[in-house]
């Protein structure tokens, strides 16, 4: 079972005081916490509209649900607050900077539920919390690698102490593609089927390099030379080839590795001497663009040869 990641209300608050213009009108339970308990490895379902089958979600209340309570009946619209309120939702947020009606605010007062107003659009405020609320609880690893941003593609470069990861990553750079982490790279799963990297702070924008000690890439290459932030689709593997033993020249079957309970494409590149190994990991680039495109130059020439052979025996 996924351990449950969580944190207080009061941090969402500061954290977007300004961004949302948020107002504290209810000020307890600020030590309530936002959690994510569910299988999933991302926090997205953890805010929406106000919601009754699924009160435990961050509420969120905009011109339509304040249209909704005002057509109720009061005794009505009060006991929909006390079962809401009996599921302890993390808090509650009015949008529009529209009234607070009064059983709403008697609900969280007796419950000591937070609750926000925003000036701004209630569809504003969930997409703005979604995608903080997304990073915030996602389930997150670290690896160690070389994260580079290679023709608009995350690349994770991994492999052996010493194989060569950070001078691939150097003289990637030298050819115009963009760090983002060396070392540490921060993985984390934002949505079901994507996983971002990042860098930690204290290693943005330098690359260690034997010999050389550590590089500031941003200060030596310029400002486009560094990311914050890549989507990884592509893992390349440095791999030196055992002693008297030759890998497979033609790889069939498609490689893939689990990170995050997702299945990340990857590639198993040979290092030797004379070996151009910033070329070949452009080329494994192009050639995976082309098979998320639905471009398969393997199985092209599979098909090629087996129609070759019918050829034949006709």
């Known amino acids: 079972m996924n351990a449950v990641r969580q944190f207080s209300v009061i941090q969402l608050y500061e954290d977007h005081r300004e961004k949302l213009k948020l107002s504290w009108v209810v000020a307890v339970g600020v030590d309530r916490q936002i959690e994510l308990k569910e299988q999933s490895n991302y926090g997205a379902d953890v805010v929406g509209h106000l919601n009754l089958i699924h009160p435990e979600r961050l509420q969120v209340i905009g011109r339509a649900e304040h249209a909704w309570a005002q057509r109720v009946t009061v005794e009505r619209l009060r006991q929909q607050v006390r079962e809401l309120m ?19 605010r008697d609900g ?3 419950t000591q539920t937070p609750l926000f107003v925003s000036s701004k659009p209630c569809s504003a405020v969930i997409d703005l919390l979604r995608i903080y609320l997304s990073r915030r609880l996602a389930g997150s690893t670290s690896m160690h690698g070389v994260l580079m941003d290679v023709f608009g593609m995350g690349v994770l470069i991994t492999g052996d102490s ?5 001078e691939l990553a150097l003289e990637l750079i030298s050819r115009g593609h963009g760090l983002v982490a060396d070392d540490v790279v921060e993985l984390a799963c934002i949505a079901p089927t994507t996983i971002e990297g990042r860098c930690p702070s204290m290693l943005r924008d330098y690359l260690e390099v034997r010999g050389l000690g550590l590089l500031n890439i941003r200060t030596i290459f310029g400002e486009t ?39 990340i494409r990857k590639v198993v590149i ?13 080329a494994a680039v192009r050639n995976s663009i082309l098979q998320l495109r639905g471009i398969d130059s393997m199985g092209d020439f599979i098909d090629r040869q087996q129609q070759a052979l019918l050829d034949e025996d006709l």
Do not use: F, W, Y
Request: glycine letters at 8%.
């Open 270 to 282: 040979p290092v030797a001497a004379g070996r151009n190994i910033a070329v070949l990991l452009e």
């Open 108 to 110: 969280c007062e007796s």
């Open 162 to 166: 010493g194989v060569g990861k950070s």
């Open 86 to 104: 009996a599921a302890k939702p993390p808090a509650l947020i009015i949008a529009d900077n529209l009234d607070i009606l009064p059983a709403i």
């Open 225 to 263: 030379a560094s990311r914050r932030k890549m989507k990884l689709k592509l893992i390349a593997h440095l791999q030196r080839p055992l002693s008297g033993t030759d890998g497979p020249r033609l790889p069939l079957d498609a490689q893939a590795q689990d990170i995050l309970g997702l299945p």
